[in-house]
């Protein structure tokens, strides 16, 4: 075996190995994802904004969710930064204070 052969049978092996087992339908689950918390301070329409102790953030949601939520309110975030836009948060799920949890899809 050539060492160009026995490269490429690497790779292939080490791409085979990390790309896991295949998960049934009803296994599924969501995304583990970020939780962040924060304080409502501003929305708009499809988005809001929370604020900690150290920044505040944009986050991604749907006008439903968006106008459920109170200005002054602390909430709890599930999701992921945005890849196209990293000052903003793709939300999947939000709990508020009281546990009341708000899942939703973004597209």
């Known amino acids: 075996m050539t ?6 049978c690497l790779i292939m092996t080490l791409s085979l190995a990390s ?4 998960t049934s339908i ?3 689950e969501p995304p583990k994802g970020t939780h962040i918390m ?3 301070i501003s929305k708009d329409d499809d988005e809001f904004t929370i604020q900690d102790d150290t920044a505040t953030l ?3 949601a749907t006008e439903v969710i968006v106008g459920k939520l109170i200005i002054g309110e602390t909430v709890g975030v ?5 890849e196209d836009d990293l000052g ?6 939000i709990v508020r204070a009281d546990g009341t949890e708000l899942k ?3 597209d």
Do not use: M, Q, W
């Open 88 to 93: 903003e948060f793709e939300a999947y799920r």
């Open 26 to 28: 009803s296994d599924l």
């Open 38 to 40: 924060g304080k409502v």
């Open 104 to 106: 939703l899809l973004i």
């Open 78 to 82: 599930f999701g992921n930064l945005d």
């Open 3 to 8: 060492p160009k052969s026995l490269f490429l």
């Open 58 to 60: 944009t986050i991604e």
């Open 19 to 22: 790309c896991g087992g295949t």
